[in-house]
């Protein structure tokens, strides 16, 4: 039997996803800008990744500084929503950060990307935020669950 | 149990308000949710009719006797035409198939009209101006494809020495001569698919592919040469893609257009599309007519040539450039200029 992960662990592990992924993004993004990629249309691809990203990021942030500074006594998570939170994160991540990437490779012009991006950048952004709700909400007193803590 | 299942219907329905809050912010702000509604309700609705009015060909009116070396350039107005008009783009071809229709209505002319990026725009009623100066008619000699008698204004323009076409023969040469002094040098200079129409009162124009140049007028090595609307490009190197990823550098496009003619012509100050001269090759015939092969070269006719730029960069679709290179830098550099004057 796998041990059961501790909510706070799980958490950071998530946030961890979410700001490497994000920062990268963010870093590409700034070189792009920097060097004038989207010619004086910067701020296009700019409104096209913070609500991709900053939303869902903000909230988990928000969480983890929640949690640090009420206290409370340490509880365990589902793993299986964890698991599906995680997986779901790094997928729907990978799809945004592919929508830069992949530009060069293709003949759409980047911001026609990005635009066309949304027809599925939408729908999985919702089941990563319900999937992160369910995980964020249920969790359990460790001598409920009898779970082993890691 | 009960609070664990409240809080968790709760967190479902928060978050499934801040989804619904990011969807309407993410669609709503960009500009591509609005096209989409536009093309769908322009899908929807029936499209209207388009009334296609052509300029008469000053040069040849339509009382004019066909000479023997060409013909009018346009068919009498009433007479309605085949309908052989086939650009390479589906847009250019749905378009194509909307004016044939109006021409079989009322026109005498089947339009091969500006060709936008976007092939569910509803097409706008071409009348006068920039349409019917760029727009093709199969109005000639048995339908031969005819170019504008006021062609679109040119990034650059090079009137060929009449010598290279005279020195070489010493019968007065043919158009046909012309034609294959011409073709001879776009083979040297590695061209294909070229395609021909007539030109005013027995002339004719040679229109070249679409092909992309390096900002000195020489064209670009290898396959990438013909590749204005390229699949995706596996093939890059990793700093190739790296420079491609960051480094907004624009593409230049190139296409000529020869014109053998005894009458003087002005360019109309229209811009031409790319989509419009990259549908000349394609609409073109793939030899001189007849009639114009045996006319003969004389002293009254000119080559001219007339270079068409587009520049396309990263954020926007191509677009006509002026060039800053002279007409005969451009020939020189595609190896046109040397090949013709030997």
Redo the contacts between chains.
Sequence with gaps: MKPVPLMSSCKKRIAAVWLAFGGGIFL?LL??SF?????G?ANDAW??FL??VM?TLS?IISVIVFDSRSGQTEKTADRFMYVVAIWLSVFYLLTVFST??V?????L????LM??S?LW??PL??LV??A???F???QEDPDQAGAIPR | MLR?TV??L???F???L??IL??A???G?????EDMKQASMARALPSPPKPTVSAPAPSAPASAPQSKNGGSATAAPTKRQPKKASPVRKAAKKQTQSAAKSASSGGGLIQIPSASKSADKVAKPQIGGLQSAMSLSLGGNDGYPVFPDNPPKASATEVIPNAFFLKDTDLPPTLQHVSNKIHAALDEGGYFDTSFYQFRNGGFALATKLEKINEDGSPVVGAERWTA??????D?TFTE?LK?????EPGYYRIIVFIVSAEAFNQSPDEVEQETAEAWVAAGANALHKDIAKAEYTDDHRCTALVYVFEK?????SKFAGSWLQGRTHLEKSKLWSALSQ
């Design positions: 590409v070189a792009q060097f004038d990629t989207y010619e249309q409104g096209w609500p991709s939303p909230l830069i990437l530009q060069p490779l293709t003949t012009l980047p911001l026609e635009r066309q949304n950048l939408g952004q919702g935020a319900a992160l709700g369910a964020f909400v249920k | 664990n809080r968790i709760l967190g479902f928060g978050l499934a801040v989804s990011l969807w912010f993410v669609l702000d960009f500009p591509a949710s609307v390229a699949g995706p490009r596996f890059m893609y491609n990823l960051f480094i907004s960069s990263k954020t926007a679709p």
